[in-house]
């Protein structure tokens, strides 16, 4: 039976040098009372001090002061982050980037499905995912920074299996885990009933106990033995040492939002804005033409969960399925700190659950990111301009789903557009060029895409290009832009240029819904 204790006597369980886990996926899941109360300790006693931290997404809402690991953010707090993304929580990403912290990013499905064979004791994974990325050990082995390469851990082998190349993530020891859930009954069974996520605590927790170490669960609320809806159950009571009960709600992601969780649904006319007319607009109009009617899509964060918006808009949400490596299906998927997360969702299952789906080529089609591509068409999100980010589910997805989007503006750094009498107007052009003539940090493979027979473009404001044997082709431009002045001049390289180069479609850049249909 699990034991109530304080959030203090929780903190104090927390020792100098321990492995710790942490759930949350950005503002969701974070036990932000006992990660408070860590920092605090901290600050006071010096104390619990060069923790190894393993997190998927690491837990945060953008916000410097805010909420998940930004309140273990204290230089000597962590020594040693295993996770997957970092981008929700600054002053960590800040502190990877600047070699305070050594730093392991793998891919998100990757994480999981780690926990779990720890979990099981079994020695690690073995998957494609990664091949031939940053996570591949003849490029970085998961190794974001310099300090991390100077540690020497290596998290990651090749290894041959019936002469193919896989790549072995391997199991390591867990000391303790620190989740956030809605109830706990009084003998210690987990309920996520108010989370519009599953996320991979199930998997933690088992990858802490079954391993001897500690699973200490922060809930909101303590009830009855016996009340709980046993199908809202995920963790059993048998995985469970320590409950503690917050008060904390200062987290929006943490307080109870029915739309989110299937409890009603909600005209989505009136709580999903149709987006203004702007370059992301534009951008996720055009992803949103390449919908097919009943596809399941995923979609990622930014410009990407506008696509969202505007298949809402053009009224097309229910003949198609957006998802979510969270583990959702359905509905009207959200950005933001809130990103995780759907209005009016079909299904909420667990994030390696999801990736079951994904690893095994279940979508048809993601829209994703990129903050850098090269000629050969890969594409860098984990680690550009001096930030070190990490992949989340962008590996998974972007290497096994058969038609894959990359979308962002042409340039970056102080770009400024308006779409104006149905054309781009660029006031000011971007600092920065995303056409590199060689990317920072290979996050998806071009060469390997093209290997596997994968159907990729990149969509900007004022373009779009096509992935192509012989490199990147140039096949449509927008209304109002010049050729060698707006595009080609704007890259390192030069593209192929299609012989049917054409202007995208007027209806992309005019005011009010676009009259799509699938």
Do not use: W
């Amino acid at each position: 039976m699990a034991k109530i204790i304080s959030i203090s006597e929780a903190v104090d369980l927390i020792h100098d040098g321990m492995t710790v886990g942490v759930s949350g996926f950005g503002a969701f899941a974070s036990p932000d009372s006992i990660l408070e109360g860590i920092g605090k300790k901290f600050r006071k006693q010096n104390t619990p001090k060069k923790l190894t931290i393993v997190s998927g997404v690491a837990p945060g809402d953008f916000v410097e002061d805010g909420c998940g690991m930004s309140k273990i953010k204290d230089d000597g707090i962590i020594d040693t982050l295993i996770a997957s993304h970092l981008r929700m929580s600054p002053p960590i990403g800040r502190a990877v980037s600047e070699n305070k912290i050594a730093a392991y990013t793998m891919p998100l499905g990757v994480y999981g499905q780690l926990m779990a064979a720890i979990g099981g004791k079994r020695p690690g994974i073995l998957t494609h995912v990664g091949l031939y990325t940053y996570a591949d050990p003849r490029q970085e082995g998961c190794k974001i920074n310099d300090r991390a390469k100077e540690q020497g851990r290596e998290i990651v082998e090749l290894v041959k299996v019936d002469g193919k190349d896989y790549l072995f993530y391997k199991a390591f020891h867990i000391d303790a885990c620190i989740l956030h859930a809605s109830y706990a009954d009084e003998l210690g069974n987990i309920s996520l009933q108010d989370e519009p996520i599953r996320g991979e605590l199930l998997e933690l927790a088992a990858a802490v106990h079954n391993n001897g170490g500690t699973v200490i669960v922060e809930v909101k609320n303590i009830v009855k033995a016996g009340s709980l809806d046993p199908r809202q159950v995920l963790i059993h009571k048998s995985y469970v040492d320590y409950l503690v009960k917050t008060e904390k709600e200062d987290n929006i992601a943490l307080a109870y939002s029915p739309s989110l969780i299937g409890d009603i649904r909600v005209p989505t006319e009136g709580s999903v804005k149709p987006l203004a007319l702007s370059y992301k607009k534009v951008i996720t109009r055009r992803a949103v033409m390449e919908l097919q009617k009943g596809s399941l899509v995923n979609l990622g964060i930014g410009i990407p969960a506008g696509v969202a918006n505007v298949a809402n808009e053009e009224g097309l949400s229910e003949q198609v399925t957006l998802s979510l490596e969270t583990g959702i299906y359905g509905g009207v998927p959200l950005d933001g700190p809130l990103f995780g997360a759907s209005v009016n969702p079909d299904s909420i299952t667990r994030s390696s659950d999801m990736f079951t789906t994904y690893d095994g080529g279940g979508l048809d089609m993601t829209v994703l990111g990129g903050a850098e591509i090269d000629p050969c068409g890969n594409v860098n999100v984990s680690k550009f301009s001096g930030r070190c980010v990490g992949p989340g589910g962008f590996i998974n997805i972007s290497q096994n789903t058969k038609r894959v989007f990359f979308t962002g503006t042409f340039t970056a750094g102080g770009l400024k557009e308006e779409v104006r009498d149905g054309r781009l107007v660029i006031l000011q052009e971007g600092r920065s060029k995303k056409f590199r003539r060689q990317v920072e940090q290979i996050t998806f493979s071009g060469d390997y895409a093209v290997k596997s027979g994968q159907d990729v473009t990149f969509l900007t404001e004022r373009a779009v290009l096509k992935l192509t044997p012989d490199g990147l082709m140039l096949t449509e431009i927008a209304p109002g832009v010049e050729l060698e002045q707006d595009i080609l001049a704007q890259m390192e390289f030069r593209p192929l240029i299609s012989p049917e180069l054409r202007e995208m479609d007027h209806r992309i850049f005019q005011a009010g819904p676009m009259g799509l249909t699938l």
